[in-house]
């Protein structure tokens, strides 16, 4: 059975940083392409950042670029989101997502999914 567990949300002021983390099992970890989506109130699930199975290439939304950094630790099975200066409008659950051999992350192609952790951004 196949699970990935995100961590690391809470409450941060504007300007400040969280690390989220997601922690898989039931699945050969190197063979994931894992990224990471998020969905503010009333918005659709969108896009944040993503890292890539083989060659550990990363891409970013364009919005979060040169602020967020995703990484893993194939060792742990782990995925992490370092996100530095938050704005409100980036209060969003943020899901953890895994899609296999994949060399694109998109949310109609992914695999699995986590249930999310809550980011608020106070302003």
């Known amino acids: 059975q196949v699970q990935l567990v995100e961590s690391g949300g809470g409450l941060v002021q504007a300007g400040g940083s969280l690390r989220l983390s997601c922690a898989a099992s039931?699945?050969?970890?190197?063979?994931?392409?894992m990224g990471w989506f998020r969905q503010g109130p009333e918005n659709e699930r969108e896009f944040v950042a993503a890292?890539?199975?083989?060659?550990?290439?990363?891409t970013y939304a364009d919005s979060v670029k040169g602020r967020f950094t995703i990484s893993k630790d194939n060792a742990k099975n782990t995925v992490y989101l370092q996100m530095n200066s938050l704005i409100p409008e980036e209060t969003a659950v943020y899901y953890c997502?895994?899609?296999?051999?994949?060399?694109?992350?998109?949310?109609?192609?992914?695999?699995?999914w986590g249930k999310g952790t809550l980011v608020t951004v106070s302003s």
């Open positions: 997502a895994a899609d296999r051999f994949t060399n694109t992350l998109t949310a109609a192609g992914v695999d699995y």
């Open positions: 890292i890539f199975w083989g060659s550990s290439r990363t």
């Open positions: 039931g699945l050969t970890f190197s063979r994931y392409s």
